[in-house]
């Protein structure tokens, strides 16, 4: 089993920026694409940002021109570039890892955005 383990998060005030990482705790050359998605308090997990094998990336609208997302699937890393941090995006940030046969999901980072 692959165990994908988030970093990064905290508590920062409006405006302000964090940086989260994923790493798989051991590599997997099947891995096509890594992803982060949160999970807001009281709202269902939704997706935020993919990075593929290829380089091709993918934003929710939400997030556009405020996160970017780098990283090398190859050696299953990916990192997410926070910037210009709202109060909204306070939640619970999880990496995620796809191969054609599996989905593996992290255990989750909080970030907290505070007004």
């Known amino acids: 089993q692959v165990q994908l383990v988030e970093s990064g998060g905290g508590l920062v005030q409006a405006g302000g920026s964090l940086r989260l990482s994923c790493a798989a705790s051991r590599t997997i050359n099947t891995i096509t694409a890594m992803a982060w998605h949160r999970q807001a308090p009281g709202k269902q997990r939704e997706w935020i940002t993919t990075?593929?094998?290829?380089?091709?990336?993918a934003y929710q609208d939400s997030v556009k021109g405020r996160f970017t997302v780098s990283g090398d699937i190859a050696r299953n890393t990916v990192t997410l570039q926070m910037n210009n941090l709202k109060p909204e995006d306070t939640g619970v940030y999880y990496c995620?890892?796809?191969?054609?046969?599996?989905?593996?999901w992290g255990q989750g980072t909080q970030v907290t955005v505070s007004s």
């Open positions: 995620w890892a796809q191969s054609p046969s599996r989905a593996d």
């Open positions: 990075l593929t094998r290829g380089g091709d990336t």
